[in-house]
């Protein structure tokens, strides 16, 4: 209620029983009402409201139609090709269901289940329904065969390459002016994991890819970062760990020690989760059989 009456200084309010009596100039009562209105409608769709969303939603310039609706098919949003963003199997549709009930959300799996893809669009329509202010994504820069102090370029340049699916996902989601105005204005943050040491994300939707290939303090300091109204997603590919063969990938003990924690979801794609060529569905079962003999 405090918030509230913060946001309406000319407004007097006087509670009667389970009602509350709303005084003053018409201009602002019809402000408070519409206020109320989207409100309402976000209560419906989210059967709950955090502080940002109140403070979003009470905002003059606030418009209810930005509130994107979903539906039964599970499409998220519309893309920049008019390409329905969805979670297209049953375990994604898990992400979406664990994404909505926990704040902590791995997901694991080999490559071309859309851990990636789906773990994005729920950062990116958690920011169009103004839960959040942010979307961080970050990767551990760990090199496959190649130093990143022989690439070429700046830091940045020399970043972007771990970094390119995170890029590849965002431009099928978000029209490239708007994504490099995000960019430039931070709403939307890329950065290697080693740059999340020492902040406290807050008010954010933050996407930890390739966990796999962090190591158990890395990712013990990027859980620890999170602010209180934070929501994580950790995707991971238990096959491909790229680190060096002394350091064991701080994935297996986190998943081990942290799953029992209420708030916390792992959730387990497989090969039925392929949404790539059908040939990776066959490459990675071929894979996985020479691995059991």
Do not use: W
């Not at 499409?75 to 926990?102: D, H, P, Y």
């Not at 943050?189 to 158990?216: H, K």
């Amino acid at each position: 209620m405090m918030l509230i009456k913060a946001k309406f200084p000319k407004l007097q309010f006087i509670p009667r029983g389970d009602e509350i009596k709303v005084f003053g100039d018409e201009e602002s009562i019809n402000s408070f009402a519409n206020g109320m209105k989207v409100l309402e409608k976000l209560y419906t769709k989210k059967g709950d409201l955090n502080e940002h969303m109140i403070h979003e939603a009470l905002d003059i310039d606030f418009d209810p139609k930005s509130i994107p609706e979903t539906n039964s098919d599970d499409v998220l949003f519309i893309g920049t090709r008019g390409q329905k963003i969805k979670a297209k199997t049953k375990n994604q549709r898990k992400m979406l269901e664990s994404s909505l009930k926990n704040d902590i959300l791995f997901a694991i799996g080999p490559a071309g289940t859309g851990k990636t893809y789906t773990a994005v669009a729920l950062a990116v329509l958690a920011l169009k329904n103004r839960e959040i202010r942010k979307i961080i994504l970050t990767r551990p820069a760990v090199e496959a065969g190649e130093n990143l102090g022989f690439l070429p370029g700046d830091l940045k340049e020399k970043i972007d390459p771990y970094l390119r699916p995170l890029y590849d996902a965002l431009e099928d989601m978000i029209p490239l002016d708007k994504l490099k105005s995000m960019l430039e204005s931070r709403t939307l943050e890329i950065a290697p994991l080693a740059f999340m040491r020492g902040r406290t994300l807050d008010n954010c939707y933050v996407i930890l890819d390739e966990a796999q290939n962090s190591t158990d303090l890395q990712l013990k300091m990027f859980l620890t970062r999170m602010g209180p109204n934070a929501k994580l997603i950790i995707t991971g590919d238990m096959t491909q760990v790229d680190l060096p063969k002394k350091q064991q990938s701080g994935l297996f003990k986190a998943l081990k020690i942290l799953k029992n924690i209420e708030g916390i979801s792992i959730i387990e794609l497989d090969t039925s989760d392929v949404v790539r060529h059908k040939l990776v569905k066959e490459i990675i079962k071929a894979y996985d059989i020479a691995e059991e003999n």
